[in-house]
């Protein structure tokens, strides 16, 4: 790759589906299928008209240089998975250009990329080759990539007849292993546990330290937050605002909450901690989290919950409270808490508020929102001086030392 040019430059970007229709490929089996299926088709297209359009992308354009990790971000239905298909030359523009400079790795869809017939082993081989590489070349990273799949066992049974979760785990493995100059990552981190997740965004940091480009599309803003210097948001198919990841995502969840509140329903306006303060320096005490509600309906038999989200957006904490009922109106919800006794760093409050019962029991959703700005707790480390042991609590120990009491029996007799 050429360092004076973009690693990815878009123009005029713009891609329109017909609503009915899917997308073809380039497989011999699909391409059979199209041409049965075609006559139906055409004859309904004939009875009916034209099939209405809809533009998945409209006029994006944007450079990312190399070595940038970019996040995507933006609601369901706003053309970031599109985009990525387009990159990955998965799909082509309707109008525009898409210019890639390099190798791309993708994990898009679970299961794109493999073939269902071929074992794990196999569909490594086979992507390896898609992307330039020698057979040696994949040889000499093919442990790592089962390895960190976790897939030993299965390397050689068809891919047909993995999990949906294995199938993830080995085609990102495939994708971050085989040394893309590029990454493109969508959502589909969400099928992994928590530990997975963790490696996953443990391995792109490894990648885009290494100079490589990533782009990652997520609905996460803690994993965004974590690994993406710059963002891209996407609304309506229409690139809405490009820059910073802290601002770009505060103007994204901004916009979000008045769109909620123009649409006529609930929404969370905003958090502090009782004092309009967002840092924690004592966290031995009591804690004081104050939330700010617009209800828009009148809440009989209603649940609030909180809960108090890591880095990985794992759960720390959670806190249910029921039956609520208030009228309509702004009002604040507070929560008070003996202490939050873990370690330093940046957490996020995710809240929900239902109607009528919660989510288990027919309750109506009114709104639900990790809320923006992050907690940051700012007290002394409390517990062990190494990361490694420190754990999440962070509490005081205290360790006494007694003389022995009695004299220990010299022999044990074992039976």
Not at 222 to 237: A, E, K, P
Not at 345 to 369: H, I, P, Q, T
Not at 381 to 408: E, F, K, M, V
Request: with cysteine.
């Amino acid at each position: 790759m050429m360092g004076s040019l973009p690693a990815i430059s878009a123009r005029g970007l713009g891609k329109q589906y017909r609503l009915g229709e899917r997308e073809p490929y380039g497989t011999l089996r699909d391409t059979l299928v199209r041409a049965v299926r075609a006559p139906a088709r055409w004859r309904r297209a004939d009875r009916s008209g034209a099939a209405p359009t809809v533009w998945a992308l409209d006029d994006v354009s944007f450079d990312i240089g190399e070595g940038d990790v970019v996040g995507i971000i933006g609601r369901n239905g706003s053309g970031k998975s599109t985009l990525l298909r387009i990159l990955s030359r998965i799909t082509e523009p309707t109008r525009g250009t898409a210019t890639v400079r390099g190798r791309v790795g993708s994990l898009l869809e679970v299961g794109t990329g493999f073939h269902p017939e071929l074992t794990g082993r196999e569909n490594v081989f086979v992507n390896g080759a898609m992307l330039g590489m020698r057979r040696h070349e994949i040889l000499r990273r093919f442990d790592d990539i089962v390895g960190f799949a976790g897939v030993d066992r299965f390397i050689d049974t068809p891919v047909k007849r993995y999990s949906s979760g294995m199938q993830m785990r080995l085609a990102f493995a495939v994708a971050a292993h085989l040394e893309p100059h590029i990454l493109l990552v969508d959502e589909v981190l969400a099928v992994g546990d928590a530990e997975f997740q963790r490696r996953c965004l443990g391995k792109m940091h490894d990648v885009s330290r290494e100079g490589r480009t990533v782009l990652l599309v997520s609905h996460q803003m803690g994993q965004i937050r974590r690994l993406c210097r710059s963002v891209l948001w996407l609304d309506g198919g229409r690139l809405r605002a490009a820059g910073p990841t802290g601002e770009t995502i505060h103007e994204y969840e901004a916009a979000t909450l008045a769109r909620d509140l123009a649409a006529g329903g609930s929404a969370f306006l905003g958090w502090d901690l009782g004092d309009g303060e967002h840092r924690l320096v004592d966290t031995t005490g009591p804690v004081r989290v104050r939330v700010h509600l617009a209800a828009h309906v009148a809440v009989t038999n209603g649940h609030f919950g909180l809960g108090l989200l890591g880095v990985d957006d794992e759960v720390i904490g959670g806190w249910a409270f029921e039956p609520l009922s208030f009228p309509a109106g702004t009002r604040s919800l507070t929560v008070e808490l003996p202490s939050l006794p873990i370690r330093p760093g940046v957490y996020r409050w995710s809240m929900a508020l239902f109607d009528g019962g919660n989510n288990l029991s027919g309750g109506r959703l009114l709104e639900k929102w990790t809320a923006v700005p992050d907690l940051a707790l700012e007290a002394r480390p409390l517990g062990h001086p190494q990361d490694a042991w420190a754990g999440i609590l962070n509490l005081r120990g205290a360790l006494t030392i007694d003389r022995q009491s009695q004299a220990l029996p010299s022999a044990v007799e074992v039976r």
